[in-house]
Nanobody, 122 residues
Framework: QVQLAESGGGLVQPGGSLRLSCQAS????????IGWFRQAPGKEREGIAC????????YYADSVKGRFTISRPNTENTVFLQMNSLKPEDTAVYYC???????????????WGQGTQVTVSS
């Protein structure tokens, strides 16, 4: 139903920051949760942050809590992930994702973008 496209990835040093953007072809209002997964080679995919479309409530994985912030300043087609204090273990492909239900999203979101590479290295 919605087409997602991520941008903003790149190479940063440990301790640095990046802001990822997700642009949607349509409104996010049809989905209950909008969030970010990441996938590193040889590692399991990890849901790191999501935001509820109705009330703005957020969820963060323990691995990123206090460092990453998800926001949706444009409820129609945009969501951001501000990543601060980046660590080498944050290196992964980051995907914008949407789903109708939080529990479902945690397992495997219904819709995925193409991903953007984030590399944290000195």
């Amino acid at each position: 139903q919605v087409q997602l496209a991520e941008s903003g990835g790149g190479l940063v040093q440990p301790g640095g920051s990046l802001r990822l953007s997700c642009q949607a072809s349509g409104s996010f209002l049809d989905y209950y949760v909008i969030g970010w997964f990441r996938q590193a080679p040889g590692k399991e995919r990890e849901g790191i942050a999501c935001i509820h479309s109705n009330d703005g409530e957020t969820y963060y994985a323990d691995s990123v809590k206090g460092r990453f912030t998800i926001s949706r300043p444009n409820t129609e087609n945009t969501v951001f992930l501000q990543m601060n204090s980046l660590k080498p273990e944050d290196t992964a492909v980051y995907y914008c994702t949407v789903d109708l239900d939080l529990d479902s999203w945690r397992v495997f979101p219904h819709s995925w973008g193409q991903g953007t590479q984030v590399t944290v290295s000195s």
